[in-house]
C-alpha cells in the first residue's frame, strides 16, 4: 500500500492526466492537453489538432512552420484547433454545463482561448508551461480568472502573481 504522503493533490492528479491527453495531439509543433473539472469530476478534454474527418497535420505538413509563423502569432493560420477550444467544444457539443468549472491546461491558454474561457464562465485556469501571448494574461487578469501555474507534469502548485 502506497503512503498517504504518496498520494497528489487534486491539482497535480488532474495535471497528470492533462499531460496525458496532451499525448493524443496531432500538431507538429507542440503538444497541448486540457481537461474541465468541476466538484473534483473530469466534465471533458480536449487536445490540439485537426477538426474531426479533417486530414491532420501529420498528414499533410504544418502551415505556420511551411509560412515561417511565429508561435503565438497569427492563431488563424493553422489547421488545427487548441486544446482549450476542444475542451470547450465537447463541453457544448454533449450538453455539459462549464460555467464556474476550473481548466487544467499544458500550456497557458492563448488570447483566443482566454476569450472563449472567460465567456464560457471557467473561474480557475492551472497551467505548466507560459505562452507568448501577453493580451491572454491581460484579459484573465481583467476578468478575474484565477491562473495557476505547477512545476512540473506532477509539480507544485504556485500562483502566478495575476489572477
Known sequence: MAAQSDRPSWE?????ITALVAKRSTCL?????AIIVKDKRILTTGYNGA????????????LRERLQVA?????ELCRGIHAEQNAIIQAAFHGVSIKDSKLFCTNLPCSICAK?????????????SGYADALSEDMLREASVEVIQVDGELGNCGSTGFL
Open 12 to 16: 497535480n492528479y488532474f495535471m497528470g
Open 29 to 33: 509543433r507542440r503538444s497541448v492537453g
Open 51 to 62: 477538426p474531426s474527418g479533417i486530414r491532420h497535420c501529420l498528414e499533410v505538413g504544418c
Open 71 to 75: 508561435s503565438g502569432e497569427r492563431h
Open 116 to 128: 472563449m474561457i472567460i465567456n464560457a464562465g471557467i473561474k480557475k485556469i492551472y497551467y505548466q
